[in-house]
């Protein structure tokens, strides 16, 4: 039960990434593939923080600029200098290995004698498992915060820029504005989770956000597979399928773990999970069509 109760943690703490990568999806159909470089950005900003004996706090918070930063740097790309967009993403991709190698100098930092977000309330939560009650105040404030945004005049904008550019533009919507601001959200959510990652785990290592995009995507696949067959449509619920997905996804790569697959082979069966879950929502649709 411990096994399966640390994988929901582990997607609840990975709830920001696929978030974020439902924002450039979903919502203005960019395939970004910075989230690779902003994950780790999220947490090695964070490492080094703490390991200087920073605060968790100001550590959460640098991760999230650094990431919107980054976020912001593909859109600008994107949108001022007209490269595609997974181009883009590449791109800052590739830079920001070199800019976390730099900043953590060296492929891996240790955070076991520091201060974090964890370790600061365990005396607080000691009675029950504290490190899954902040997960779920988090995701709970995450998901309240998306939704007010999503409604709002300015989400309505984002969707717009996503669903019909041109006629966006017609109304007056600023629509290059909104895919940098888009993306930097969506890099500040990514960049955050490599964050609470990095605080879980105790650890921050360069190598962490390789391959990470599949998981978030694999999340929102499934999620928006959920919603459809339940027949949700509402932008809260496509949010809360995102959520599902993720921990529906980590909870099946633990099954797949403790039935004794070789560990060596898990980014060869997240692939395959996504796979599955992408082939049976596509069929699903077109079934129902």
């Not at 999230?64 to 967009?85: D, E, P």
């Not at 990652?197 to 360069?206: K, L």
């Amino acid at each position: 039960m411990q096994f399966y109760l640390t994988a929901i943690s582990l997607a609840l703490a990975l709830s920001g990434l696929a978030w974020g990568i439902f924002l450039t999806i979903k919502i203005f159909n960019i395939p970004d593939i910075t989230t690779d470089g902003s994950f780790t950005l999220g947490a090695v900003v964070s490492a080094v923080h703490l390991s200087n004996g920073g605060s968790w706090p100001v550590a959460i918070l640098l991760s999230i600029v650094a990431g919107s930063l980054a976020g912001m740097t593909t859109g600008i790309i994107h949108t001022k200098l007209k490269v595609n967009a997974l181009l883009s993403g590449i791109l800052v991709m590739t830079a920001l290995y070199s800019v976390n190698l730099l900043w953590l100098g060296k492929s891996n930092l240790p955070l076991l004698q520091t201060d974090n977000l964890f370790a600061t309330t365990n005396p607080i939560f000691s009675f029950f498992n504290y490190q899954f009650f902040i997960l779920i105040l988090i995701v709970a404030l995450l998901f309240s915060m998306l939704l007010f945004m999503l409604k709002s005049d300015f989400g309505i904008a984002m969707r717009a820029t996503g669903n019909a550019e041109e006629m966006a533009q017609a109304y007056g919507v600023n629509t290059n504005k909104m895919k940098i601001i888009g993306l930097a959200i969506a890099n500040g959510l990514t960049a955050f989770s490599g964050s609470l990652i990095a605080q879980i785990q105790q650890f921050a290592d360069i190598n962490m956000g390789v391959g990470i995009v599949i998981a978030g995507l694999g999340s929102v696949m499934i999620g928006e597979a959920i919603m459809h067959f339940i027949g949700k449509t509402g932008i809260a619920a496509k949010l809360m399928g995102v959520l599902l997905g993720c921990i529906l996804f980590r909870c099946v790569i633990a099954f797949v773990l403790a039935s004794g697959a070789d560990p060596n082979l898990l980014r060869l069966i997240t692939a395959g999970i996504v796979l599955v879950f992408v082939g049976l929502a596509n069929f699903s649709f077109k079934k129902s069509g």
